[in-house]
């Protein structure tokens, strides 16, 4: 069978390469085989290879933070799921056509939900839904400003704050994203410059913006925090610009701005199985009922890893890049 696998760390489309590997053996008691349908390449996956991410694996590596997939066979004593549910894997080395997980390792999702939305579930939904609801107490109309906001948290986070009531104000790189982005939900499109602050606060007027949500860093921390009521907090989960996050005594002292970090994989470690699955119950219920949709630009099988890897470097898509280790999906 088809796998990706990492053989050093640099140019991501250099150092991974699609491999032959022996079938998966049965299901092990509590294990189940899962048939891997799709799975989206993140940035993160795109730190790791470049060895830049919070930990470098052993080599040789099998990469794949998040697929969605069919359950193909069970092993004695499986009782969470069945032969031909989709789920999600929860495990990390999904870019392969076949892999063993325990049944802790998935969970069940709706069918009728679309195959390249669920592959996309577990990390951007989850990261977004997370940063809205665990650091400020957001009232309904309160406004929530965020960067790089045509990525696919940006996405999820305008989707999911609309949905309870939230208004987003999104900034971005680019004039085209204006449209697209409100056509997804938006209440507010800026692009970012050095004036960020201004223009924000005459969108917000007398409205709320207690919460920022950082995925560039760099400054562009300061030109977000510029946006926020005094004693907001700004929670940078990213750092596309590769700088440190910057804010300026006055942002700090003064106007008692605070920064806090967001990283969903520590978060997921802490949470019970219960809190999980119910979290991703509703996401995937989102997905369903098309609150949530995440734009796809392409697919890609695995055997054209290099240029999915490539492709996913670029900037300015329009879209996520997903692998299909089985071929096309719906
Ligand atoms: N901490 C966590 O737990 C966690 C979880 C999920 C994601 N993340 C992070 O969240 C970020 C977004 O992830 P994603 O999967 O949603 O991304 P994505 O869909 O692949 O989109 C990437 C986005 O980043 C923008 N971008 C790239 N470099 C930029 C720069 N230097 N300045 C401004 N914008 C830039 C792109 O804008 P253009 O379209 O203009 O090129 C695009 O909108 C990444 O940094 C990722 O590592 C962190």
Redesign the pocket.
């Known amino acids: 069978m088809k796998a990706v696998q990492l053989t050093g760390y640099g140019v991501p489309s250099e150092v991974c390469q699609c491999i032959d590997l022996p079938d998966v053996a049965s299901p092990g008691p509590g294990e189940v085989t899962l048939k891997v349908l799709a799975g ?1 390449i ?3 996956e795109l ?1 790791i290879f470049e060895g830049r991410y919070a930990s470098k694996p052993e080599l040789p590596y099998q990469p794949g933070i998040e697929a969605v997939g069919v359950i193909e066979q069970i092993g004695e004593g499986v009782t969470s799921v069945s032969v031909g549910d989709k789920v999600i894997s929860l495990g990390r080395q999904n870019w392969v056509q076949r892999v063993n997980l325990t049944q802790e390792q998935v969970i069940k999702v709706p069918d009728s939900a679309s195959t390249g939305q669920l592959a996309m579930l577990k ?2 939904p989850a ?1 977004a839904w997370l940063m809205l609801t665990d650091y400020v107490s957001l009232q309904p109309g309160d406004w929530v400003v965020q ?8 996405h999820s986070l305008i989707q999911l704050a609309r949905a309870n009531g939230w208004r987003t104000l999104n900034v ?3 004039d085209s ?1 204006i449209d697209p982005l409100k056509a997804a939900g938006a209440d507010a499109v800026l692009v ?1 410059d050095d004036d960020l602050g201004e223009r924000a606060r005459d969108v917000i007027g007398q409205g709320k913006a207690p919460l920022g949500i950082d ?2 860093a760099g400054t ?1 921390t300061t030109r977000l925090a510029d946006c926020l009521d005094d004693g907001g907090m700004v929670v940078n ?5 590769g700088d440190a996050c910057q804010l300026t005594p006055n942002q700090t002292v003064f106007r008692d701005i605070s920064l806090k970090g ?4 520590k978060l997921m470690g802490g949470m019970s199985r219960e809190t999980l699955t119910g979290m991703y119950a509703k996401l995937a219920g989102s997905i369903a009922d098309g609150t949530l949709h995440t734009p796809i630009e392409a697919t890609y099988d695995l055997d054209a890893i290099s240029a999915a890897l490539d492709h ?1 470097h670029r ?3 329009d879209g ?1 890049i997903l692998v299909t280790p089985n071929g096309a999906i719906d």
Not at 147 to 154: D, F, K, L
Not at 237 to 241: E, I, R, V
Not at 262 to 265: G, T
């Open positions: 989206p993140n940035p993160a730190l990390v951007n990261t960067n790089a906001a045509n990525s696919g948290v940006g971005v790189r680019r994203l970012d995925a560039i562009a989960y990213g750092f596309l610009s967001f990283w969903l994989a996913a900037e300015s898509r996520k």
